[in-house]
Nanobody
Framework: VQLQACGGGVVQTGDSLRVSCVAS????????MAWFRQAPGKDREFVAA????????YYGASVKGRFTILRDNAKTTVHLQMNRLVPGDTATYYC???????????????WGQGTQVTVSS
């Protein structure tokens, strides 16, 4: 397993939640790690990405200002801190590493199994 995601759950509107992704093998040496999400019946959506040092972060428009992506000192774990959650954030969240087509596009070499986040109103 190259990427292992965890931390999803059921929360209420306005709550916070952190999901994490542990990378192993070749995925752990990727410069860029990212989070995407996919709700039922919708396309996979870019959420956030971070570079190796953590000096550069990127966010999708719908989460900017509410979500923060972090990378630990060992560089093998990426966290997504989600604040002020709303029902529209309900989705399966996937971590990814090593983009091929651009940071915001879904052409990544490695994908985690996904973790479900449900926000109730």
């Amino acid at each position: 397993v190259q990427l292992q995601a965890c931390g999803g759950g059921v929360v209420q509107t306005g709550d916070s939640l952190r999901v994490s992704c542990v990378a192993s093998g070749r995925a752990s040496s990727s410069n860029i790690m990212a989070w995407f999400r996919q709700a039922p019946g919708k396309d996979r959506e870019f959420v956030a990405a971070i570079n190796w040092s953590g000096s550069m972060t990127y966010y999708g428009a719908s989460v900017k200002g509410r979500f923060t992506i972090l990378r630990d000192n060992a560089k093998t774990t990426v966290h997504l801190q989600m604040n002020r959650l709303v029902p529209g954030d309900t989705a399966t969240y996937y971590c990814a590493a090593a983009p091929k087509d651009g940071i915001g596009k879904a052409g990544y070499d490695y994908w985690g199994q996904g973790t479900q986040v449900t926000v109730s109103s």
